[in-house]
Structure formats: C-alpha cells, structure tokens
C-alpha cells in the first residue's frame, strides 16, 4: 500500500517562546541565511546605573527557499498590523 503524504504539524507544547528585542547579526553562509536574534536583559553597573546586557535568545539557519518564506510571512503580517482597525467611537 502506498503511503499518504500528509503534512501534519506535531507541537510538542514544550518549545519555548522566546522574546527577540533586536537582529544580532546575520549572514550568508555556505548558502544559507544565518540569524542571530537577540533580547534585551536590563542589569546595573557596580555603582549601580543600568545597563542593558544583550542576550542571544536563538540562532536561525535557514535555506534560501524557507527564508524567503519567512520574509513573505512577516511581509504579510506586517502589512495586516498597519491597517486600521475598525471605526474609533
């Protein structure tokens, strides 16, 4: 018998959400899209000022197909953020 393709999403429900504050840096490597994302971590100095500490929170590799896809994905969630929304009162 012949299998189905069937293209199921299996969410464990354990990978965790992580905050992205800021692009460390990216590059092309090897052909592919490499991102390193980056949140924010206030702290203070030893006289006591604040500091903001600057924390990989993910490293992406992407090939060129998927990262396309990536960008058209935010491309379209970014053009529905900047619709308005309904008449105010």
């Known amino acids: 018998m012949a299998r189905k393709n069937t293209s199921v999403i299996h969410d464990p429900h354990n990978v965790p959400v992580q905050v992205v504050d800021q692009i460390a840096a990216f590059g092309l490597v090897g052909g592919n899209v490499h991102l390193s994302l980056a949140t924010n ?18 490293r992406l590799r992407l090939a060129p197909h998927i990262a396309k896809q990536l960008r058209d994905a935010i491309d379209q ?8 929304r309904g008449t105010p009162n």
């Not at 971590?41 to 993910?58: K, W």
């Not at 969630?77 to 308005?84: F, N, V």
């Open 41 to 58: 971590r206030t702290s203070t100095d030893e006289g006591g000022s604040p500091i903001d500490d600057i924390i990989i929170a993910a």
């Open 77 to 84: 969630q970014l053009a529905l953020a900047s619709k308005p």
